[in-house]
């Protein structure tokens, strides 16, 4: 298999500000989805997708592709125009897309590997990994022809085969609100002490 991963990475956002970018470890949160996807053997083409600059520095810095979202893309709430934009942009053709959000700075290693290799081996469409919470995701994997037609006709979405994955409250945090920082940054912490301790 061969993916395309694309980060959507806009600039705004009304409940977290500049939640893409907030520090964990000492990173951002957009470098963790890029460090993330590098690790993973079926991804070709990373592609951060953003109207900050200085997200796209970041991605630029760590040797993926950026692309620049016009004003429509990055004030868009349908997250289909920014994979719209990305693909219109991509010369090439891909067995799969990617959706890697650079809101979530815990995420199980290998996760974009698990997701690529459900997708090879179960008789599925799409797979998602989400939290128990039920509104968090980790990230998602939809087959190529499968994405080509959501960005077609929107009245398709949900009537594709897709595998959930389910994840912990602490295995995926989604940085949606305040208390989410404090939840991850709370992980982050016991987790540095557990292996400082043992």
Known sequence: MNAIAIIPARRNSSRVPRKNKLLFNGKPGVLLAIEALQECKSVDRIVVASDDPEILTIGELHH?????????????????????FVLRNTAETFDAVILAYPNVPIRPDGLFDLLCDTLNCEYVDAVAALCEDSHSGGGSIVDWQVMQAII?????????ATCEIDYLRDEIVEIDTMEDVTWANTILVSRKTWQHGS
């Open 64 to 84: 993926v592709t950026t692309m620049h979202e016009p004003g429509h893309v990055a004030k868009s709430n349908d997250l289909y125009d920014v994979v719209d």
């Open 152 to 160: 077609a006709d929107r009245s398709v979405l949900g009537s594709y």
